[in-house]
Each structure stands twice: as C-alpha cells, then as structure tokens.
C-alpha cells in the first residue's frame, strides 16, 4: 500500500512535505505510510481521496474505473432496493454474481465464448426462485459460496446454477439447510 500512496502523491504533483499539511499528519507520519511502516486510518484515506487521490487504487491496487465504480455504486443501491422490494439481497446478489461470471465467460473468449444464459431458462428459474422463497435462495447462495472458498473449489457457472438450483428444490419444503447436502452436491458437480 505504501508504494500507492507514494504513486498517488506523485500523481498529484505533491511533495511529501506538501502532502502531510492537506492530510492533517506530519511529514514523517506520511513518509512511514509510503515506507509501509505504518497503515493510515480511514480519516487519512478519506482526506486523501478528497484532493484527487484514488483510493480504489490505494487500498485495492486497481485504478478507478467506470466499472469497478458501478460495481461499488451496485453495492451500495442494490441492498436499499432489495429491501423495499421484499427481495432477499443475498439471493439478489448470488443471481448477480453467477450472471456477471456468465458474461465475464462470454465476453473472455474462454472455453465456450457463448453466454451460458443465452436462452435465460435457467437465469428464469433463479430469479422465479427469489420471488418464491429469495430467503431459502439466498441462504443457499451463501452457504454454497463458503463452502467452495473454505475447500478452495470453483465451478464453472454451469455446473454452480445446477447446483444452487438443486439444493433449492432439496430443501424448499422443509425450508431448512442441510450442510452435508451441500458439500455432497459440490463434490459430485466437480
């Protein structure tokens, strides 16, 4: 992080000992952040981003852009919809997500450079889903993703729509979530 900030101040056309005043820190507080030595708090981060510099950059090493800005904006509305809507924002997201990797496929030339929802049957039954039961969905959505990251598994976005699918219909009339379904339903969709 050290050498962001140091790249940003630079950006900025600023001194270290120009900078440090604007911030409210001495020069030596912003030269042990440039060294790495210390971490700045969010009050710092927040009075850096306010003259120009790119916090996105700073924190994440990624450079601002209209993209990775809508995927923050999203972030911060799609909760506030979901709730007035009655929608579970965990199944909203989960959709979300597998259909932003669907389109990350298509548009990355992979494999199969063709959407997987190209017909939208599947993306149908999801979103059917979240309107019948979006809290069952979004648990499912959620207990499904830890499980691939605690085992460091992946699926393809064909093989994890079958599998959210699935474990829905699995558990909608009892409406609860059943742990070792799910790591049975990932092991055998690798």
Known sequence: MGERIRDERERLGLSQAALAPKLSVTRMTQVNYETGKRSPDGGYLSAFGAIGADIG?????????PNNLYRLASARVLPLVADRAG????????ILDIAAQDEANAWGGGASSQAFFQ????LRELVL?????????GQVFVKVQKTMHDSETG???TKLVNVVLALYQAFKESGKIDKKTIDMAIKVAR
Do not use: C, H, Q, T
């Open 57 to 65: 950059y700073v924190l994440f090493g990624e450079r601002s852009n």
């Open 87 to 94: 929608i579970d924002k965990d199944a909203l997201f989960g």
């Open 119 to 122: 017909n939208d049957d599947k």
């Open 129 to 137: 889903a979240m309107f019948e039961d979006g809290k069952l969905l």
């Open 155 to 157: 699926l393809p976005v």
